[in-house]
């Protein structure tokens, strides 16, 4: 176990009850004020540390880990650093913030803290390449029974490989960036020809993302085995989908417009190894899987995840709660297979899951689902009814771990629907 | 008319007969000898000329084009600098090697220029996000045919948009690069169950690429008519495909393993205004596209394609000759499609045409259109049969317009298949 993960540790910064942020998390991000440029970050409770000027009062100067690294709008230097690395930043940062804090450093640590409320978070990383899986049994067989009904819910390839495809990387935005309704052709019910117009089936997909630390080389394998060396960490992801624009577009080669218009994230990427207490074993997988896919462990995560919605004015409301163990293809997997062919990944990549959907209604990952392609409606604070997104919706998506007393989240992923341009 | 497209203009420098990189063409690359960084470069005749030692010789002071832009080891941040300032380097160029030499400045000007013998040239562009579309009639009709028959060729949405997918940027390799057959997880015909080996139906796609130069804010759309702003210039680009890992794997999401193993592109970057002299018009479009498809004036391109395959130790041989005309959506209408939802676009995107086949089969852009799926052989020098690619045939494609006695050209990508790992 990691110094940074023993639940007995206590931070001397305050905590608040229920944080997704204790001392044992200890995520990375990016931030800036006023006077800062954007910077290398964690967050302890509600307060963001910034790691560069850590670094530049040599708190890390013993761990190959140089100041440049920190001094940066992005994680991709730090990450790319290597695990050894990091992770001994991950445990001098717990070394510094608990116990007694060190008299004579108090005052160039204290320079490095800011209240959550005065800093801006930025958009942590730069993807490279962007990646989605679609690796939760339930929502491909929810999504498969709409549309080719339920004897032939899941295609034939499904239960044998992590289906993905290759998303767009340039409009993922971080948490808080407003998203406009996209405009795009459609092909409405009975009609001749298509149409364009403002999207009227605008929705969201609840996943989670694992972003690549370590590359590797053109021709090259990751195995299940190795894929850990090359996950950093992971964040929450909210793959905006335009249902009707989807729709039309998708056959033959897969989903194009319907989801480059915008994808969120949540701005603190956690460590793989912060995660480490919400391993769990399974699902079965039958039939066999091919010994590429193959893996040892425990390796799919108990982490909670909750889909809000907020109309403007009112209180968010839950629609959904869900998990990211219900995902029938582990992460593991997913790089393993994305690599068999020898497609090389590099630092900053980043893979979402796929929407994570549980077993019932008010489990289901997506507006999709959760109406059953529009013929359910849900009832909102305000009395008025959603089968899919309105102008004016904040779609609010959470997600924690709770092992021995510790709890380690992601915070949040909110985005607002603001009306076509 | 561009100074540097004058069909009269003769360089200084020797331009062998029927050579792609006439004075008018100057073109954008990035090389390296073993003395020198790599930097932006152009190429005349077979003299590749160093822009970073012109730069810092002043030669481009007065033009906004700082010596860091050359300094690169891609050409990103010298497309960055925008159209006005790159086209008047090119003229630049046009202007110093055209003409009667300066003698004041012969020392200068001899000590950037190289035998292109002596240089290494690397992948010109960093690409953020890599697109495929799906563009020629011939092409879509071919594969349509054959996997649903002659009447369900197209698919309803084809003929109404350009349809495509987003790809892997990461594994676009330069020119030269050997290409492993690709390992991966397939359903042979008759098979209960997948498996994994290597790829049997190895096959390449001829197609051409648009390099992005100016970016774009991310929900705002860029029209047919500014697209030409946005697009820095054209390569060549051999989209290599596995076919038996893309069958098993693309429904419903689309091509993943099956193309991301490799694309390859030819090293030197063409601008659209060295391209300017082989716009052409049409084709008609029926049914009539929505209002933000159509375009005005000419806006596609005949520009004369070819590709060899060499087995070892043979002579390579023309098995198809194309044209980049037949493409029933252009470049202009395929930014405008990618960016109608507002998807933004960054300095170093690439889109990539889809493959590119003419009418007849001596003009299919690949071998799965050539062998009518496996059913015809080729016959290469050696006596040896082509349904696919076997290891060690090395895939040459090319590329030149010709108008009133100019030839511009792309030069070649090839790409020799070596052994799965």
Same mark, same amino acid.
């Given at each position: 176990m990691q110094f940074a993960n023993n639940p007995t540790l206590r931070s001397w910064l305050t905590v608040p009850e229920?944080?997704?942020?204790?001392?044992?998390n200890i995520p990375f991000g990016i931030f800036r004020t006023k006077e800062l440029s954007p910077r290398v970050a964690t967050r302890i409770g509600d307060t963001v540390v910034d790691l560069q000027s850590l670094a530049e009062a040599r708190f890390?100067?013993? &761990?190959?880990?140089?100041?440049e690294a920190f001094a940066q709008a992005v994680l991709n230097p730090f990450m790319a650093l290597g695990k050894p690395v990091t992770n001994a930043v991950r445990n001098r940062i717990a070394e510094i913030f608990?116990?007694?804090?060190d008299s004579g450093k108090q005052k160039l640590i204290h320079k490095a803290l800011y209240a959550l409320q005065e800093v801006e978070l930025l958009m942590p990383v730069n993807v490279g390449d962007y990646t989605d899986f679609y690796s939760s049994r339930e929502h491909a067989t929810n999504i498969g029974t709409m549309f080719r009904g339920a004897e032939n819910? &899941?295609?034939?390839n499904w239960l044998h490989l992590p289906v993905g495809y290759h998303g767009r990387a340039s409009s993922i935005v971080v948490s808080g960036t407003p998203v406009h309704r996209p405009k795009g052709q459609t092909m409405p019910a009975g009609a001749e020809k298509p149409v364009y117009g403002p999207s009227k089936l605008l929705d969201f997909e609840l996943e989670m993302a694992f972003v690549v630390g370590k590359s590797s080389e053109l021709g090259t394998p990751v195995s299940t085995a190795q894929a850990e060396e090359h996950i950093f960490g992971l964040c929450l992801f909210n793959d905006w989908s335009a249902r009707d624009i989807q729709k039309w577009e998708y056959v033959p080669l897969g989903p194009f417009l319907g989801k480059s218009f915008a994808s969120s994230i949540s701005p603190w990427i956690v460590t793989l190894e912060a995660l480490d207490p919400f391993r769990i074993s399974g699902p079965?997988?039958?039939p066999e899987v091919l010994p590429y896919l193959k893996y040892e462990g425990n390796r799919r995560y108990d982490i909670n995840l909750e889909v809000q919605i907020q109309v403007e004015g009112q209180e968010a409301k839950t629609i959904s709660r869900s998990n990211?163990?219900?995902?029938?293809?582990n992460l593991f997997q997913q790089l393993a297979h994305h690599t068999v062919n020898g497609c090389n990944i590099n630092t900053g990549d980043m893979c979402a899951s796929g929407t994570i959907s549980g077993t019932t209604l008010d489990s289901y990952g997506s507006m999709l689902e959760i109406s059953g392609g529009g013929k359910r409606s849900l009832t909102m604070p305000d009395g008025s009814e959603r089968k899919f997104l309105k102008d004016g919706d904040t779609v609010i998506m959470k997600g924690f771990g709770e092992k021995d007393g510790v709890r380690i989240g992601f915070g949040e992923v909110s985005g607002k629907v603001l009306p076509a341009k």
């Open positions: 229920n944080s997704d942020f204790p001392i044992q890390f100067a013993d &761990l190959e880990a140089p100041v608990s116990g007694t804090p819910a &899941l295609m034939p079965e997988q039958d990211y163990k219900y995902m029938y293809w």
